[in-house]
């Protein structure tokens, strides 16, 4: 089969005008990156002057004075109730140990029991009880996290998350982005 040639100069326009359009549409995409790439550098610019000061601000009104106030708590409670305790309960045990083996002594010595008074072994006890008591029991909290303290969490978090998917957006690979160094032809008919 052969063409005539009205039809081959028709076909050849028609080729002409198909690869124009195609080089058309890779400037086109070529300049849809150059706005990706400029949107995704305003972007990060907006993120870094408006967002995280807020953010930092905010955090700083709302937030930051509940963080202190929790550590201030912490070590106050570390260093008044835990570290006593465990300094007086360490110090019954080896008081216990002390006694042990100085009857452990008398035994091997052949001394025996002796005298054993265990009302006053009881009250002894019933004393260092008390006192064990006394120094493990944590106070309640004087003031609870209020409406406007978990308002003001929940916004920060809420920022934060902003900023990290602002920061995501910005620095991800777009591979639908790419645009080839040379254009590519288009098919010969």
């Known amino acids: 089969m052969s063409l005539s040639r009205k039809r081959k100069k028709e076909l050849r326009k028609l080729q002409h005008q198909a690869n124009t359009l195609w080089e058309s549409q890779q400037v086109l995409i070529g300049q849809a990156g150059e706005v990706a790439r400029e949107a ?3 972007l990060g610019n907006y993120n870094r002057e408006q967002v995280v000061p807020t953010v930092q601000h905010t955090y700083e009104k709302y937030a930051a004075p509940y963080v202190e106030q929790g550590v201030a708590t912490s070590k106050k409670v570390y260093n008044d109730k835990v570290v006593p305790t465990a300094g007086a309960l360490i110090g019954s045990a080896l008081s216990v140990w002390d006694a042990a083996t100085e009857k452990r002594h008398d035994l091997a010595a052949g001394r025996g029991f002796g005298s ?9 006890a019933d004393k ?3 006192k064990a008591t006394k120094q493990l029991s944590v106070p309640a909290p004087k003031k609870s996290l209020g409406a406007g303290g978990v308002i003001a969490i929940l916004l920060g978090i809420a920022a934060a998350a902003g900023v990290v998917y602002a920061a ?3 620095l991800r690979a ?5 645009v080839a160094d040379d254009p590519l032809r288009a098919p010969d008919a």
């Open 174 to 178: 777009d591979d639908e982005l790419w």
């Open 168 to 170: 995501w957006q910005t």
């Open 128 to 130: 260092y009880g008390k």
């Open 40 to 42: 995704g550098r305003q």
């Open 116 to 124: 054993i008074d265990l009302a006053a072994i009881q009250k002894k």
